[in-house]
């Protein structure tokens, strides 16, 4: 019984991501470049890696829990939260110079605005991988 805890903790997450979310990720994602008719390569990866993220997490909560020995290393757990932000880090950035007007053409208001939101998305995760790495390490004991 005292497994089932995180398991219920996690149930609404797990339900959120594989069933409401699997076409669709949060983040922004407006529309694609040019007559491309592809999804943002971060909203395919999305929810695999983020229920494996949490999957992992609940798996090393549990075993911390009940057996007071992690089942699995704190850093492999946090692997595929890693590799989402990375992915999305570098899509966006893809994202904006695909968005961009080619050598022929100016830059108008629309190419910005429609360029603009991927810029801060990939920005903003900048700052989302350093702060889990640094979180990482912190949890880890590697970091005083």
Not at 123 to 137: D, G, N, P, R
């Amino acid at each position: 019984m005292d497994n089932f805890i995180f398991r219920l903790i996690f149930f609404p997450l797990w339900t959120f991501h594989g069933v409401v979310a699997r076409g669709r990720f949060a983040l922004p994602a407006p529309s694609a470049p040019r007559n491309r008719h592809w999804a943002p390569c971060h909203a395919v990866v999305a929810t695999p890696l983020l229920i494996a993220f949490e999957l992992l997490l609940c798996i090393y909560l549990e075993s911390v829990y009940v057996y007071h020995i992690p089942a699995v290393n704190l850093k492999i757990v946090f692997i595929p939260l890693l590799a989402l932000e990375i992915i999305t880090l570098i899509d966006n950035f893809r994202m904006c110079k695909a968005l961009m007007p080619g050598e022929e053409e100016s830059i108008s208001d629309e190419a910005i605005w429609e360029t603009l939101p991927h810029f801060w998305v990939a920005i903003s995760m900048v700052f989302f991988v350093v702060a889990t790495v640094f979180t990482l390490l912190k949890l880890c004991g590697n970091l005083s």
